[in-house]
T-cell receptor, first 111, second 114 residues
Framework: TQLLEQSPQFLSIQEGENLTVYCNSS?????LQWYRQEPGEGPVLLVTVVTGGEVKKLKRLTFQFGDARKDSSLHITAAQPGDTGLYLCAGNRNYGQNFVFGPGTRLSVLP | DSGVTQTPKHLITATGQRVTLRCSPR?????VYWYQQSLDQGLQFLIQYYNGEERAKGNILERFSAQQFPDLHSELNLSSLELGDSALYFC?????????????FGPGTRLTVL
């Protein structure tokens, strides 16, 4: 059983559409990160959220950390083909040394 | 470019063999992490070193070992290789050792065990 679940597993949309992907757990996290990974490359950090209820915006991307710090969402407005990739969430428990990664949502934005 | 380098980029070997993967962290980063990424298991944390010392251990098999050298580069040794060890192996580095520090990932080494 994965500590972090992500949904949907796959998502294919047209350019210009909006989308939301989710990261859920039964555990509480001290912080949560979102990464984007493109084929043949390593993950790249997009954002870190640390406070329950926190909302962070990065251009067309909006990240929210749940009030109970057990879940998070990533909303993309007006998706572009350049947003295509694997979106990973990663949670840190008890201010530990490392993060546990979810299985990812594979997003494809078609022109 | 994250500043983290990994060699080799691709590695093809046979079952039972031993391989060494190399990672050079970003300049100034003291912490190195190793991850394994496979289609069925996702990105799994293996082990972390900070300034030459092991700091945290994840799902690392006994057949695998790692070390961080005085110049801060790290090597991941995989022995008695099995088909199931085929995966992407990533190295990441960060300035500090705790979860508050951003990790920068290298491009990965793709290992294929035949």
């Amino acid at each position: 059983t994965q500590l972090l679940e992500q949904s949907p597993q796959f998502l294919s949309i047209q350019e210009g559409e909006n989308l939301t992907v989710y990261c859920n757990s039964s555990s509480v996290f001290s912080s949560l990160q979102w990464y984007r990974q493109e084929p043949g490359e390593g993950p790249v950090l997009l954002v870190t959220v640390v406070t329950g209820g926190e909302v962070k915006k990065l251009k067309r991307l909006t990240f929210q950390f749940g009030d109970a710090r057990k879940d998070s969402s990533l909303h993309i407005t007006a998706a572009q083909p350049g947003d295509t990739g694997l979106y990973l969430c990663a949670g840190n428990r008890n201010y530990g040394q490392n993060f546990v990664f979810g299985p990812g949502t594979r997003l494809s934005v078609l022109p | 470019d994250s500043g983290v380098t990994q060699t080799p980029k691709h590695l093809i070997t046979a079952t039972g063999q031993r391989v060494t993967l190399r990672c050079s962290p970003r300049s100034g980063d003291l912490s190195v992490y190793w991850y394994q990424q496979s289609l069925d298991q996702g990105l799994q944390f293996l082990i972390q070193y900070y300034n030459g010392e092991e700091r945290a251990k994840g799902n690392i098999l006994e057949r695998f070992s790692a070390q961080q050298f005085p110049d801060l580069h790290s090597e991941l040794n995989l022995s008695s290789l099995e088909l199931g060890d085929s995966a992407l192996y990533f190295c990441a580095s960060s300035v500090g050792a705790g979860g508050a520090f951003e990790q920068f990932f290298g491009p990965g080494t793709r290992l294929t065990v035949l």
